[in-house]
């Protein structure tokens, strides 16, 4: 069946497609059964005794809690299911045939049917079995009535009492066992009937293909395909939807085109079935085009199932406008009370509207199903409504799995990982289901809490129930001992894994590790080993390994790795174009950050929030504004993280700053419906701090709606320290001292403070006290990139291969600026140490050890590229500006404030960071 196709959207010759020729032979025994998973098979009882099996999943729900819509099965459900099989016109039984109660059994089971009526069904079984001839086209009607009826096992055994089993009565329980979670016994029956020789029809070629699709089984769908190409069923429209739904299903678009390209009629759901595939394939405009020239080609009229997809298709491209119109139409059509079309609407409101939009679509719905309630849950969690959430899932008529699940997520989604290890514990008490995806939050649960011991009990009962073997199971793991610090149980999980088990999901998640652990050269060497490897580099690796290179200022392997994705086609991931701009503007190239959003095809909040930050980074205030200025204006939604990055923009712009910033507030909360957190506070005290108002930092405090937490005190503590202002210092101090007792930075905020107002003692006390509680400082650690590695110094630092050049060149640097008129700032150095000593300890600080190997190491002429983890103190700042006079050189500095250009002994933060 090898054809040339032409796809109807674009009309361009595609590659030649050829399907296996091989035959279904009726005398292959079950056994050699070609199955691609023989797990599923083995796991499954394939007795004649009632199964006892896990209760099918709801039509419209897949494994994670954040399905969207029901998509169109393979073909039409109302039309494929066998219809109640018609008394036929002769008997060759003339007793039967003369008996008139046998023509009400029909109409009976019909009703019974109808009005779902169990009992009436099994009295008119009850009359059957007393007739004194088996008569099979009756015993298939009691059959296709059971199955519809939904009493699978009854309908088995109905079909076990045949003598004779013709075409029909195979078929009926073929789609009655692939309906009901009971594929393989639907294959199996398929080989009998094939063994009797009993010669296939169009239904049961679909009810085959129906268990292949669940199965997800290519290899047994392409025999199927081959011999419904043989006995030329392929003319009929539901078996060719059919394999189109399968070839869907397994990701073979090329196939489903072919397939539509050569149908000789199409109806409604092939359109609707190339259109799902299309999306699948993150073809998002394909699917538009198509839904055009569906109604343009074959005049077809949009069902509930094409515009739940197209919503699908407006969610994944964040085409807002799309959407509203899709809606619009849904509206004008009739179909704005369908609910597999407004649960779509409720997906794509969730991720391209706001709150409001959601819960009014929701308010309007005549009917609810547990996929609506579910979704909700998930909208509310997504915007960050965690009471909303919970009261919702306490209101929900009724649960399942996927229900806890989407709590579930939703808390770890939120940072609520306490919340989330005790909905599970409640989950294991009330015998809820546990799956992939419940494990993989449970532990992701677990690593936000960061808890050794409770990371050890959950991987146990993971391994106690045998879930260890799944790949998304052991990379969760290992992001688990990440975030937990356990990096050498993390190495040996991963090295210990068996090369032909390890997956390219697992190898991410390490990277992440290393990055999150601070072991950034690991995380590059890892990302290069597994491209020596051949292992699949996913999205989500490759932006792992941008936000290393960006937090490295690693622009090389960043623009590498950028070339990758291009040549991958992995641009169109909005997640790996976000990656592409932090990259570069971390690594100071402000100019190719903005270039590379502006080549991404769709953005999403992310996208501009990191252009906004890359601005703020750089010190462009206005710029970042500007951003802002644009998502206003383009009717976007932003989410909390661009309204802290606007707060800190106003660090960079002075005008009409307290008006604005209280503007801003009072936008977020009656315009976006956004609460301001204890950090958006937080950072407004640090901007009026930054300008000198304390007076309105402390007077904003004091008006907080809430208790002002440790970040908005650690915040003034901050700007006190620079403004020497030691009252409202040592109030904050001790309001921080109270809420996080345990914590390092504090004590070095409030011994800083006493240091600068030259309060020695209390300086001194204060490290004391650090010292006897055991808490060290971060320590300042910079770093430079030469030949594509990664120069690392702390102060003092004689570790380095070359560290006797280094010092002897910092010697004659130090020199030459004290020549120039460079003059030591000591006042932050304990008073009782002599002189010379303050200066010994200032004069090796990391960031003058890696400035003078970049000045060894640069050519002449070029610009010196250094990272710092914390902020540049004062002394190294006015060094670095005598430096750029006596090397001639442009110097930059990446450092916690954000980037500092040091040339002909200016700064471009004007000395203000």
């Known amino acids: 069946m090898a054809a ?89 039984n003339s007793s039967i045939n003369n008996d008139p109660p046998t023509i009400d059994y029909f109409n009976l089971l019909r009703l019974s049917v109808r009005y779902g009526d169990i009992e009436l069904a099994m009295s008119v079984h009850a009359s059957i079995l007393k007739l004194e001839e088996e008569d099979t086209h009756l015993s298939n009607a009691l059959i296709v009535a059971y199955l519809k009826l ?43 009937m094939r063994g009797s020789g009993i010669e296939p029809n169009e239904f049961s070629f679909v009810a085959i293909l129906t268990a292949c699709i669940r199965l997800s089984e290519l290899k047994l769908g392409f025999q199927v395909h081959s011999l419904a190409m043989k006995m030329g069923h392929l003319e009929c429209t539901f078996v060719s939807n059919a394999l189109m739904g399968l070839y869907s299903k397994c990701g073979c678009l090329d196939f489903v085109v072919s397939l539509f390209d050569e149908m000789p009629q199409r109806d409604i759901a092939s359109w609707n079935t190339l259109i799902v595939g299309v999306v699948k ?16 080609i074959d005049g077809f009229r949009v069902d509930q199932f094409t515009l739940s997809t197209l919503l699908v ?17 849904a509206q004008r059509i009739g179909l704005e009370s369908n609910l597999s079309v407004n649960n779509a609407l409720i997906g794509f409101y969730t991720k391209c509207g706001n709150v409001r939009d959601v819960v009014a679509l929701f308010e309007r719905m005549p009917l609810k199903d547990i996929i609506t309630w579910t979704e909700m849950i998930t909208a509310y969690m997504e915007f960050g409504l965690i009471g909303m959430a919970v009261e919702t899932f306490d209101r929900m008529p009724e649960r399942n799995c996927v229900s806890y699940n989407a709590l579930l997520a939703g808390y ?37 809490l960061m808890e050794v011991k409770i990371s050890e009990q959950i991987h146990g009962f993971v391994v106690k129930f045998g879930f260890g073997s799944n790949d998304c199971i052991e990379a969760a793991l290992l992001d688990m001992y990440t975030r937990c610090g356990r990096m050498a149980d993390a190495e040996e999980m991963f090295y210990h894994c068996p090369a032909n088990q390890s997956s390219s999901i697992t190898w ?117 504004l500007d951003v802002w200025s644009k ?110 007792p345990s914590n390092p930075s504090t004590y070095v905020l409030v011994s800083n403070l006493y240091s600068a107002s030259g309060r020695w003692q209390c ?91 970049g000045l060894l190491t640069t050519r002449p002429g070029k610009p010196i590229r250094v990272m710092k983890n914390i902020v540049l103190c004062g002394d190294c700042h006015t060094f670095l500006k005598y430096v750029s006079i006596v090397s001639k050189r442009e110097i930059y500095v990446r450092d916690g404030s954000g980037f500092h250009c040091f040339l002909n002994g200016q700064c471009s933060c004007r000395d203000y960071w």
């Open 4 to 92: 040339i196709f032409h796809h109807p959207t674009t009309g361009a010759a595609a590659t030649t497609t050829t399907f296996p020729q091989s035959i279904l032979s009726p005398h292959i025994p079950f056994p050699h059964y070609p199955s691609k998973s023989p797990q599923v098979i083995s796991s499954i009882s394939l007795s004649k005794t009632p199964l006892s099996l896990p209760k099918p999943k709801p039509q419209l729900i897949s494994s994670s809690p954040t399905s969207r819509t029901q998509f169109p099965s393979a073909s039409n459900p109302q039309t494929l299911q066998p219809l109640f099989p018609q008394k036929p016109n002769t008997h060759s």
């Open 150 to 192: 939904g009493l699978v096992t009854h309908a088995h055994k109905v079909f076990l009492g045949l003598s004779c089993p013709n075409v029909v009565s195979y078929s009926a329980m073929i789609s009655g066992f692939a309906k009901s979670n009971r594929e393989v016994l639907a294959v199996q029956l398929f080989f009998e």
């Open 281 to 296: 394939d993150l073809d998002y405009d394909g699917g538009f085009d198509l839904f055009r020239n569906m109604q343009r």
């Open 313 to 329: 298709a407006s969610t994944g491209c964040l085409a807002w406008m799309g959407g509203r119109e899709i809606h619009a139409h």
């Open 412 to 448: 770890c989604q939120n940072g609520k990982g306490s919340r989330a290890l005790v909905l599970f514990c409640k989950m294991v008490e009330g015998g809820v289901e546990l799956t992939d995806f419940t494990l993989t939050s449970v532990i992701n649960a677990c690593g936000l």
């Open 508 to 624: 991410t998640s390490m990277i992440c590790g290393y990055a999150r652990n601070g072991q950034p050269d690991e995380a590059i060497s890892l990302f290069c080993l597994m491209r020596v490897e051949d292992m699949v580099v996913d999205e989500v690796a490759m932006a792992a390994a941008l936000g290393v290179c960006g937090t490295l200022g690693f622009h090389a392997i960043g623009e590498q790795i950028h070339c990758l994705a291009l040549k991958s086609g992995f641009m169109c991931d909005v997640g790996v174009g976000n990656g592409i701009i932090s990259m570069y503007y971390k690594c100071g190239n402000m100019e190719d950050a903005v270039k590379a959003f502006s080549l991404m095809s769709k953005h999403d909040i992310v996208s501009w929030n990191s252009l906004m930050a890359g601005y703020l980074l750089h010190r462009q205030g206005d710029e970042a």
């Open 631 to 740: 998502i206003e204006k383009a009717g976007l939604n932003p989410d909390a993280v661009t309204f802290l990055l606007v707060i800190s923009a106003y660090r960079h712009t002075k005008s009409n700053l307290v008006d604005n910033c209280h503007r801003l507030f009072e936008s977020m909360k009656t315009k976006y419906d956004i609460e301001p957190a204890s950090e958006h506070y937080a950072s407004m005290v640090a901007v009026l701090g930054f300008w000198g108002l304390l007076e309105e930092a402390e007077d904003f405090i004091n008006k907080m709606p809430f208790e002002p937490e440790a970040s908005v005190w650690r915040a003034l503590l901050d700007t006190c320290r620079i403004r020497l202002n030691t009252r409202l210092g040592k109030q904050a101090a001790k309001q921080i001292l109270a809420l996080e």
């Open 763 to 853: 300086s001194e006390m204060v490290r004391d006290e650090m010292r006897k509680k055991g808490f060290q400082k971060l320590p300042g650690q910079s770093w430079i990139i030469h030949q594509n590695k990664v120069h690392s110094f702390y102060a003092r630092d004689k570790t380095h291969y070359q560290s006797k050049d280094i010092y002897s060149g910092l010697e004659i640097l130090i020199l030459e600026c004290l020549k120039a008129g460079y003059i030591p700032d000591t006042s932050f150095v304990l008073h009782e140490v002599e002189e010379h000593q303050k200066k010994d300890f200032l004069f090796y600080h990391s960031a003058k050890l890696v400035v003078t190997y």
